[in-house]
């Protein structure tokens, strides 16, 4: 096993995402935080990551700074080629739409979507055609095991059942980049292992999956895993 | 007051001895002060609407009132006889009364007559004139100390010399006289000049008037004037009106209460002496406490509607706020909290709402009650002009805020009920109720509403009694929704009852016509509450079935349309709440346009019907009237009909023996050769001239309008019909008939008095039976209004008023059209409350949205999306809600119109151009209404609101 700092080896493809210098500060009246200082970070095409640390360290901050889902103080992202951050809003949130995929902790489904709307909800998104929609909605429902399960609602499926719908949400576009923060957080332990089993599939068949968890056994399925501490990367560990 | 007090000890209790509950109610009140806010405001305006009706009918009444002191001061009763020697006699027996009676403090003779009184130019002809004043002869000294209290009676000074003239306020302010102007007087065919002597404060005797409006148009002049106009004029004429005032002991308005005693006094103390005796005070004072109440009754009734769209948001907002507090509540329940603290905690939340709300909401009545006077001010104005003085009795006030109060916390207090049945389990996982499955308890519900429905229906059908007959039906059908429910889908069974009570809703008034005769306006409100349910019931369990036609429409792929449509349907309470507001307050706004519109639009009609063969009309004084074989030889005329009109009473079987005051006029026979007014009930008789002819020929005969004896508005009351008996008396010599109506003619703006034949008249009236209004034909491209003017110029010494037809019809449709402006804005005060559980619902809707609209930003949802979903949400239930209001409404007022509620030649028509305002306005405003929430939830930042949810 090798320890490298924030690069990849020159063997892997070129990196999907260059992050450089990235510093984010929360503010509040009462007393300023430093979320993520002086942050660097290359993940190439295909890689799984996992994000690593205690509560509190910044995981998510730096999940949801790399993802463009929050701004920035300083540094940049580049994503696919794309500084994120120097995006409007609108732009930023169309190359989302088009690149990335997102699995929460809360599953957050739409509950008045039944569960194949929910799962073509980033295709239209995307420019997809409604029946051409449906049909990968379902595809992907259906690889993940919920082919019976298309037309119920959120609050109708089991917690496994609506991560499956979740992860059949963040795959059915195809993304470059899949974020899953804490994905198996609500889950027991067996249909964690599922979820997890689930997600080496899709990292096996090529995607950029960076997971964000705090148990370390969820963090070992991964080929790489940083740690992050108090804001800061303090390790980046590759298991070749 | 009492009221409050009591439905607030429970909640005082919680306040004094549950510091946990109170802090919950408390902060939770704190927590969210823009939507507590919101709360308080569609709270207060149902306290405003009905706290401002009652203060209508306290301006109305106490406007009324105040003519007591303006037109009668101390005289409560007039003792009216025919003649100058009658009067003689008459006031020896009462001042024989005076001095013997404890109830009476005073008599006082007085003569009056009707005459035109114009100030002069300086070529003598008229300058300035009023066609129809009342002069007055009566002694100064004996008037000043009438009734004990020289400064109520507002005369000062001594009697008029002869030729002097002492003139009222009002006739002062008419003509712009001051002390030393000339005056001439005409009467009788003859004139007098005179000078104004003084001015008299409109008050008490100097005030005394018996015509219609607040206006006094006294001239008072020397005794023995009148006697010699008529000694120097000619013709046929009603001579001067002698009568006696009575004062009773006491001020001016507890005197009033000894009416009653001192007439039987009167009656035996003037034993064959013929007079008729008139509780002018008492009759007054009782007209102002009836309209008062009626005003009240009908803004109520009128406001009931924004009242219970405020009921519908207060419930919306406690559900919200429940399903939005579901896991707290879950939590608290957890750890030892009962269902009742749950229940204290909510309804005491409510309780302070209520409060406040009720408390405003009182304050902001008074403010409306002032709006809506000042509006009906320009109303009231016109010919007789009725000054409104706005007036607040604090009982009223009270009862506003006695009535806002306990209806929001009644509410309350039930919602908290409701919304307390948690399971905790799913309450703190946040989960959704499960399917519920027929229970027993909603099964014996049901059998108790089809049971009640049906028994209504077996009394309230056979018996015609409007309620019972609206609802029963209804009720029925609704209990069958749970007694099927094992059986049958849902779906259809709401669907089904929900058509079969709007069916039933829309066509019960034509189906049993006889139930709704002379139906109330709470009727009409009945009508509307069940057809508005019906339809949001219908609407709501079919949303599905909508949602995938609009998405259709919409084009599948529409991002905003699918979330747009998303959360109404599948939030169907949510939704059927606001859906009502709207459909409630939409309703009775179109409803009021269409109405309003059918009348106003129908001028040509409505003319045609009241003028009959004729163009224009010329009322004149009685004591000097147009000569009608004069008026006959004026180039444009063609035929003149002779009336006479007279004041009478009438005893009918409506009015279960008792005599009411009405006008009777006399025909002649150019009158029905002409055109007379149309019949809508011809009777015995093959067509309305024959029944007309039968009139003239039989003086037994009347034709009497459906509107004979009806007062305020709406659709008649129970009316006559022909063959029944009636009793015509003369009020003056108290001389009676008996009559059989003959037929019943169209109610019009002109006329709707009982007509006799002249000579039936002239037989019971004597030479008081005079020709003063005169029905005029004109020939062929004569303008009415133009030959009118002429006639006015030509006959003014005789006090003539001549109107065209057309102009008369339009001035009443005027009037109404004010009436119908005032009431729409007072009906659109529900729309202020139908916005605002707009707004509330998508504030909360961007609250508890707020992770989800994090995931769809993380998914590549862009902002100006999701405001455009948020304002299509909002868009759908307010289009949904005026689609719903509007339809019912015209559907009623169709309804209304082909069962000839209100006459059987109304045609239906509808004002596009209203409506289309109407409806795009309440639209527009809606939609601005969600702009600001629909704008935060577009700001909405994804990483800030997942970390926040997360």
Known sequence: MTTTLHSPPSSLPAPILVAHGVRKTYRTAAASVDALRDVDLDVAAGEFLAVMGPSGSGKTTLLNCLSGLDDIDEG????????????????????????????????????????????????????????????????????????????????????????????????????????????????????????????????????????????????????????????????????? | MLVVAVASLPFV??????????????????????????????????????????????????????????????IDELVRTSSAEEQDALTARLADLDRRSEAIDGVLPLTTATAAVAVPGPDGQPRRAEPAATVVEVDFGGARSFGGDPSITGIDGDTPRSGRAAVGEDLATELGVAPGDPLTVYAYGAQRELVVDRILAQRGVAGVSERPGSNSLNVFVAPGTLQQLVVEGSGDTVPPSASVAISNRGGVFDAATGTEAVGEEITAALGQVPAGL???????????????????????????????AGVLLLVNIFVMLAQERKPEMGMLRAVGLRRSGLVGSFALEGWCYALVAAGLGAMAGIGLGRVIAGVATDIFSGDEAFDLTFAVDAPSVQNGFAIGFTISVVTVTLTSLWIARINVIRAIRD???????????????????????????????????????????????????????????????????????????????????????????????????????????????????????????????????????????????????????????????VFITVLSNLFSSQIERFTADVAGGFDLQISSNSANPVPAQEVGTTSGVAAVATLADAGAEFATPMTNGEFES??????????????????????????????????????????????????GGGPPEAALVPGQSITLRDPVSGRVRQLTVAAISESSFANDAAYVSLASLRDLYGPRAVANRLLVATEDGVDPAVLAERLDATYLANGADAESFRTIVAANLSSQTQFFRLMQGYLALGLVVGIAGLGVVMVRAVRERRRQVGVLRALGYEAGAVRRAFMLESAFVAAEGIAIGSALAVATAFQIVANDTFGDDLAFALPWGQLAVLVVATFVVSILATAVPAQQASHVRPAVALRLAD
Not at chain 1, 161 to 179: L, Y
Not at chain 1, 212 to 235: K, L, Q
Not at chain 2, 475 to 488: D, F, K, T
Request: glycine share 10%; charged share 20%; with cysteine.
């Open chain 2, 431 to 589: 989960l959704p109720e499960p399917p519920q499955r027929p229970r027993a308890r909603s099964l014996v519900g049901g059998a108790v509403v089809v049971t009640a429905g049906a028994l209504l229906c077996a009394t309230g059908i056979p018996g015609e009694e409007p309620y019972a007959t609206l609802t029963g039906p209804v009720l029925v059908v609704s209990g069958l929704g749970p007694l099927l429910a094992r059986v049958a889908n849902r779906r259809l069974l709401v669907s089904g009852a929900s058509i079969a009570s709007l069916a039933w809703a829309v066509s019960a008034f034509g189906l049993l016509p006889g139930a709704f005769d002379g139906a109330e306006i709470p009727v009409f409100v009945v009508q509307g509450i069940l057809l508005t349910a019906s339809a949001v019931a219908l609407v709501s369990q079919n949303q599905e079935a909508i949602g995938a036609l609009l998405r259709r429409l919409g084009g599948g792929r529409s991002m905003a349309v699918r979330l747009g449509l998303a959360y109404p349907l599948a939030r169907r309470f949510r939704t059927g709440m606001i859906l009502a507001m709207y459909s409630l307050v939409v309703f009775t706004l």
């Open chain 2, 662 to 711: 009405w006008f009777v006029t006399g025909i002649d026979e150019v009158f029905v050769d002409e055109g007379p007014t149309a019949l809508n009930d011809l009777g015995r008789f093959p067509d309305a001239d024959s029944a007309y002819r039968a009139v003239l020929a039989d003086p037994r005969l009347v034709i009497v309008s459906d509107f004979f004896l009806q007062g």
């Open chain 2, 278 to 308: 008139a509780s002018v005070k008492q009759d007054l004072l009782d007209q102002a406490e009836a309209v008062g109440a009626e005003f009240t009754e009908l803004f109520t009734s009128i406001g009931f509607f924004s009242v219970l």
């Open chain 1, 76 to 240: 940049s992202v580049v994503v696919d080629g794309h500084d994120i951050h120097t995006l409007s809003d609108g732009r930023r949130t169309r190359h989302r739409a088009a690149s990335m995929g997102f699995i929460f902790q809360a599953f957050n489904l739409i509950p008045v979507f039944s569960a194949v709307e929910n799962v073509e909800l980033p295709l239209l998104l995307a420019g997809v055609s409604a029946k051409r929609a449906r049909q990968r909605a379902q595809e992907s429902l259906e690889r993940l095991g919920l082919g019976h399960r298309l037309r119920h609602r959120p609050p109708e499926l089991s917690g496994g059942e609506q991560q499956r719908v979740t992860v059949a949400r963040a795959i059915a576009g195809e993304p470059q980049i899949v974020w899953a923060d804490e994905p198996t957080g609500n889950l027991d332990t067996e249909t964690a292992a599922t979820v997890m089993e689930l997600l080496r599939d899709l990292h096996r068949d090529g995607l950029t999956l960076i997971l964000v968890t705090h148990d370390p056994a969820i963090g070992a399925s991964a080929a790489r895993r940083i740690e992050v501490r108090d804001g800061r990367i303090v390790s980046d560990d590759r298991q070749d």
């Open chain 2, 13 to 74: 209790f919680v306040v004094a001895r549950r510091p946990v509950l109170r802090r919950l109610a408390l902060r939770s009140i704190a927590r969210r002060p823009r939507e507590s806010s919101l709360v308080v405001l569609g709270s207060l305006l149902g306290t405003a609407i009905i706290t401002g009706s009652f203060v209508v009918g306290d301006t109305l009444a106490a406007s009324l009132r105040q003519d007591a002191v303006t037109k009668l001061g101390p």
